[in-house]
């Protein structure tokens, strides 16, 4: 199937100066390895699930993505051209075919601006149609994200958490974009609502053949609207593959482990927990070797001194581990 998105050995560091060694004799602390060699692909009219816990590096890819950081090696390509290459004028291009849906509605909507302001801005910033037909296309997209023409001329705080995120869901499409980057952005929601928003990015992206990257730390999330899956620990990609066969078939030690903390209802069929050892590495001074190596409860002597490579192992399920080597341990 043909790709929207092709990611390609994207590294950013970020660097600064710390300590007090550091100020006296001029030196600069290491790097922070924020992303650190990612690659992956979202097909057309596919959601693909970027998940992984708090700090390794998932929302760093997204903004990548949008160019609000530059890269500091790799290639982005949206629709076959290297975002990181184009003019301002070519990103604006670029932004009515990609948008972003954010983690926290309330900080994501402008406190000061009425709804239809909020929703009708992306349409006025590219030229989109007259007075009339902007306010028309707010009132179809109220109606399509489940709101009511009613709430164009009410603010932010008026509305609830669910409600806000509707809104902000609206303010994404206004533009008719082909690829969404949906990042955490049910997280911030009471679990009830959860579901509702979930489905309504799903009835959209079958409306209208949208393509999303979903970025979550939730695995049951991602199972429910993911078509694929990819796992990242410490700015790197530990394990792509197919929702069910992540699921069904995990290859790489610590998306075994992600899977047994999700809770299961029925306690006989709950997986047993795989307590994880210790903090994730500095991403200052991350292991020589897998990154993941010093809290594996798997590992071999090896892993600390060989980085593994992302591979195919099959079917399309691609991960990063030195044990897939060893057969008598697959």
């Not at 707010?138 to 603010?155: K, N």
């Not at 999700?262 to 590495?281: M, N, T, V, W």
């Amino acid at each position: 199937m043909e790709s929207i998105l092709e990611v390609h050995g994207v590294k950013k560091y970020f660097f600064d100066h710390r300590g007090l060694l550091e100020i006296v004799f001029g030196g600069m602390a290491p790097p922070v390895r924020a992303v650190d060699g990612v690659s992956f692909r979202v097909r057309k009219g596919e959601c693909l699930g970027l998940v992984g816990e708090s700090g390794c590096g998932k929302t760093t890819v997204a903004r990548l993505i949008l160019r609000i950081y530059d890269l500091t090696e790799g290639e982005i390509h949206f629709e076959g051209q290297d975002i990181h290459s184009l003019s301002r004028s070519e990103l604006k291009a670029i932004y009515q075919r990609v948008q972003i849906i954010f983690q926290d509605p309330r900080t994501s909507l402008d406190p000061r601006q009425k709804v239809a302001q909020i929703i009708g801005e992306p349409l006025e910033i590219h030229g989109k149609g007259s007075g009339k037909e902007r306010r028309d296309r707010v009132m179809e997209l109220l109606s399509l994200t489940g709101l009511s023409p009613v709430h164009a001329d009410r603010y932010p705080h008026e509305f609830s958490g669910g409600q806000q995120q509707r809104i902000a869901i609206a303010r994404a499409l206004a533009i008719d974009p082909a690829f969404v980057i949906c990042d955490e952005p049910v997280s911030a929601l009471d679990v009830s609502i959860q579901g509702q928003i979930l489905n309504l990015l799903m009835d959209l992206q079958e409306k209208f053949g949208l393509s999303y990257l979903f970025i979550t730390h939730d695995l049951a999330v991602a199972r429910h609207i993911c078509n694929r899956i990819g796992v990242m620990y410490l700015g790197k990609i530990m394990e792509v593959g197919e929702t069910e066969e992540i699921f069904d078939n995990p290859l790489h030690p610590y998306t075994r482990a992600l899977l047994s903390a999700i809770p299961h209802p029925d306690p006989e069929l709950a997986l047993q927990q795989i307590i994880l050892k210790g903090d994730p590495p500095d991403p200052r001074r991350p292991p020589q070797g897998c990154r993941f190596s010093g809290r594996c409860p798997e590992a071999l002597p090896e892993c600390a001194e060989m980085e593994p490579a992302l591979k195919e192992w099959e079917g399309g399920h691609t991960a990063a581990c030195l044990l897939l080597e060893k057969p008598m341990r697959r």
